[in-house]
């Protein structure tokens, strides 16, 4: 079993910041690649940026385009995800993931656990 619990979210004007934390626990950490998604009123699940065991393969939503950016801190059982440049668009419910496997993925149907989400609104 892997515990997964978000925090960091809020409201933020357009062109701010928010650094979205996942605290991890259960199996080691650093045996798992982990995810972030996101989740809009209306609209389904979207792969916002994933960061394989070690955080040398990483990989991005196409519609973060240099804006996010994800790092791990294995020795803290942590995941973080740096926002900058936030849009109205960006707003949504944002949550943790991780995958049991190795490599980072994109598919949500590719991770076992899952956070229960933090709210980030983005006001224009």
């Known amino acids: 079993q892997v515990q997964l619990v978000e925090s960091g979210g809020g409201l933020v004007q357009a062109g701010g910041s928010l650094r979205l934390s996942c605290a991890a626990s259960g199996r080691t950490f650093s045996n798992y690649a982990m995810g972030w998604f996101r989740q809009a009123p209306g609209k389904e699940r979207e792969f916002v940026a994933a960061?394989?065991?070690?955080?040398?393969?990483?990989d991005y939503g196409d519609f973060v385009k240099g804006r996010f950016s994800i790092s791990r801190d294995n020795t803290k059982n942590m995941l973080y995800l740096q926002m900058n440049s936030l849009k109205p668009e960006d707003t949504a419910v944002y949550y943790c993931?991780?995958?049991?496997?190795?490599?980072?993925?994109?598919?949500?149907?590719?991770?076992?656990?899952w956070g229960q989400g933090t709210q980030v609104t983005v006001s224009s």
């Open positions: 993931a991780a995958n049991l496997a190795r490599f980072a993925s994109r598919r949500p149907d590719e991770y076992n656990y």
């Open positions: 960061s394989a065991w070690n955080n040398f393969e990483t």
